[in-house]
């Protein structure tokens, strides 16, 4: 019997593979860096799509490639987690891919192909705008410096304009792009023409920040104002009694002195409180040349409560004529609340007019194991100003008492000894009058 025999072979199933490809939104360009998850959609019982790279990130090589293989047959994706540097952040959650197949039943490796854009990181823009300080007016030919604020491992603020002074247009504007992500600010380095100079060193403006990540051009505004030649500025600084510390949240009015036919004392802030800022300071600008003090009406929280008609700063003056803003400072100081204050009036015998000039020594009453009663005022004398007052905080609880030892002039000379007031109890937080009289000279 003839025969004849017959073989037969199978190709094993072949595994599949599957290649990610990353460009730019243009896809000119191939993208380095971008990291994904690949993930296998469940089947039969499993109850979740399968991650495959469970020994961490998968990134993207120099030709924008992920090649995985090794796979089952089955449908697989990828999640995108996280962005090559310079494009659009990935949004929480991640950027999922299309599903691709590695199909089953192939004698040749199947494979897929997946293709996924990234939209480069828009670049940012800020813009100046210079006024005059009515803001009614744009300013040109104001010149300026941009910085970056250093990030990493930088030393110093970057300086962005390095072939030339930025300068205000017709407009007032000056507008820079091209920015990438960071903190920015200008200094003004050059008044316009008219306008207050700039001090030495500048004059900053506030940061502003261009956000990353975003995929339409983020943009920051900076808005800066000039005096005009010849307007002034006042500055008033507000620290505790021991002045080591800046005290934010007191309350102020300005006037500035009546002149000429006037009536009464001009209120320069009309639209409500002037209030101290984290720096203790209320700097008002604009101001005509004249004489100004401010009237406190409210401490700040923990420290001893204005009297009422409030505290009256020094008079400080604006001079007229000047070619670059004249200024002026005023330091004020709050005694804390557990310390107390003690106010003296000094008044003629009819008590129809406040001296000015007389002085005084003021002493705490000695108690414990003190021997003799405790002056104060180891500085110096204590004079009543023009409204006839003396005024010390910073006061521990306790009994106190001003001796005058010098009258004003025109009045009755004090007696060797001098003139002992009564004796005022300061409690915690307290404030204490007292009232001292003169006779006229006969």
Avoid: W
């Amino acid at each position: 019997m003839p025969t004849a025999t017959v073989e037969m072979t199978n190709n094993e199933e072949g595994k599949g593979q599957i290649t990610l490809t990353k460009k730019n939104s243009a896809k000119t360009k191939a993208l380095e860096g971008a990291e994904f998850d690949l993930y296998r959609v469940k089947t039969g019982e499993e109850t979740a799509d399968v991650k495959i790279n469970t020994d961490g990130k998968l990134t993207t090589n120099a030709d924008g490639q992920i090649i995985v293989g090794d796979l089952e047959p089955g449908d697989y994706y990828f999640i995108e987690t996280k962005a090559p540097d310079g494009y659009v952040a990935v949004p929480e959650g991640g950027i999922k891919s299309s599903v691709e197949t590695i199909a089953a039943g192939q004698s040749t490796m199947p494979t897929a192909t997946v293709e996924m854009t990234n939209a480069e990181e828009a670049k940012g823009q800020i813009t100046l705008t210079k006024k005059n300080s009515a803001k009614t007016k744009a300013l040109e030919g104001a010149e300026f410096d941009l910085y970056r604020v250093k990030t990493g491992e930088e030393t110093a603020d970057v300086k962005i304009n390095t072939d030339g002074k930025l300068t205000t247009n017709a407009d007032g504007q000056i507008i820079v792009g091209d920015l990438e992500p960071g903190d920015y600010y200008f200094i003004e380095t050059k008044a316009p023409d008219g306008y207050v100079a700039v001090p030495e060193g500048g004059i900053k403006s506030s940061v502003e920040t261009i956000a990353a990540g975003q995929s339409t051009m983020p943009t920051a505004t900076v808005e800066m104002t000039n005096n005009e030649e010849g307007k002034g500025q006042i500055t008033l600084t507000k620290k505790n009694s021991a002045k080591t510390k800046a005290l934010e949240g007191a309350e102020f009015d300005l006037y500035r002195v009546k002149t000429g036919e006037e009536t009464a004392d001009v209120k320069i802030n009309t639209d409500g409180k002037l209030t101290t800022n984290a720096d203790g300071q209320i700097i008002v600008g604009d101001l005509e040349p004249g004489d100004y003090y401010f009237i406190e009406t409210k401490a700040p929280d923990g420290y001893v409560a204005v009297p009422e008609g409030g505290i009256k700063s020094s008079v400080e003056t604006i001079a007229a004529g000047q070619s670059t803003m004249p200024t002026a400072t005023v330091e004020m100081t709050n005694a804390e609340e557990a310390k107390g204050q003690i106010t003296l009036t000094k008044k003629n015998s009819a008590k129809t007019k406040a001296l000015e000039g007389a002085e005084f020594d003021l002493y705490r009453v000695k108690t414990g194991e003190e021997t003799a009663d405790v002056k104060i005022n180891t500085d110096g004398k204590l004079t009543t100003n023009a409204d006839g007052q003396i005024i010390v905080g910073d006061l521990e609880p306790g009994d106190y008492y001003f001796i005058e030892t010098k009258a004003p002039d025109g009045y009755v000379a004090v007696p060797e000894g001098g003139i002992k007031s009564s004796v005022e109890t300061i409690l915690c937080g307290a404030e204490h009058n007292a009232d001292s009289d003169s006779r006229d000279d006969q």
